[in-house]
């Protein structure tokens, strides 16, 4: 299976948080999976770092790369077919580091693995 981790559960992989659930830390672990990283994920925390809603991730900001490597996931670079998709997807939700995410996940046939309920409106599979 190929994955697409949410900001969210990235985070909560690498703190090791109970909130990530049992089947996405069975992904996440099963080394048949290949696990990617978007880039608007680390757009994401380095944002909400510097506005303090994630004071916990300095150990991440400038470092996410690295990170990625020692944990052998992926890193998706945002390309303009994502952002294009992004940007016209139907719907009510207006995250923008969401939005990406979902367009990556369509454009690139993975399966997003988030919480959010929000996004099974739209064709990406997820995975909790």
Do not use: Y
């Amino acid at each position: 299976m190929r994955l697409l981790l949410d900001t969210h559960a990235l985070i909560w992989w690498l703190s090791d948080n109970e909130l990530l659930s049992d089947l996405a830390h069975g992904a996440v672990a099963e080394p048949a999976n290949v696990v990617f990283v978007s880039a608007a994920s680390a757009w994401e925390i380095a944002t909400k770092h510097r506005i303090g809603k994630l004071p916990f991730a300095s150990r991440l900001v400038g470092k996410l790369g690295r990170v990625l490597a020692q944990e052998r996931f992926l890193e998706l670079p945002v390309a303009l077919a994502h952002a294009e998709l992004a940007g016209s997807l139907a719907g009510e939700h207006r995250d923008p580091f969401d939005r990406m995410l979902i367009a990556q996940a369509i454009c690139e046939n993975l399966t997003l693995v988030s919480n959010e309920s929000l996004f099974d409106a739209f064709a990406a599979p997820r995975l909790w």
